[in-house]
């Protein structure tokens, strides 16, 4: 039978092969962080509206756009969050095994603008001492930010 499968896959190549393997395989959201530093080693945190109240604090996230790159999300998330440019650098980190979602980090350093929060989504955002982070920060970003160390 596996013989019959590989010939027949062989036969259809191409646009068809793409969309049977669209529809076997499993699909997922990627959320993509950016560990933002600038250039006296701070990190950039961010109050979010939208997370709990007692873990509100954590990096600049969120979702990739189709089509998007991970490190141009980084890039436009931070930007819209906050208004400030950024430089993506190394992967940080990648995690599965979420039922819809894949997590991508990036380290990302600051490159220019002025801090304008998008109040819609953002309460604050601070510069923090990646030894002196606040009461309330996601436990996954303090542990992306030790790992991200220079």
Not at 7 to 13: A, G, N, P, V
Not at 81 to 103: A, F, H, I, M, Q
């Amino acid at each position: 039978m596996k013989h019959l499968i590989a010939r027949l896959w062989r036969l259809i190549r191409g646009p068809l092969q793409w969309r049977l393997l669209w529809l076997w395989n499993a699909k997922f959201m990627v959320g993509v962080t950016g560990v933002v530093r600038d250039d006296g080693g701070r990190v950039l945190l961010l109050r979010h509206r939208m997370w709990p109240p007692e873990r509100q604090w954590g990096c600049p996230t969120g979702y990739a756009n189709k089509g998007e790159t991970f490190e141009d999300t980084v890039v436009r998330e931070v930007r819209e969050e906050t208004g400030l440019d950024v430089k993506v650098n190394r992967l940080v980190r990648v995690k599965s095994g979420y039922k819809l979602r894949v997590e991508a980090a990036y380290e990302a350093e600051f490159a220019g603008g002025t801090l304008k929060i998008d109040s819609v989504e953002i309460l604050e955002a601070r510069w923090f001492s990646p030894h002196d982070l606040p009461e309330g920060i996601q436990e996954s970003h303090r542990l992306l930010i030790q790992h991200a160390q220079p």
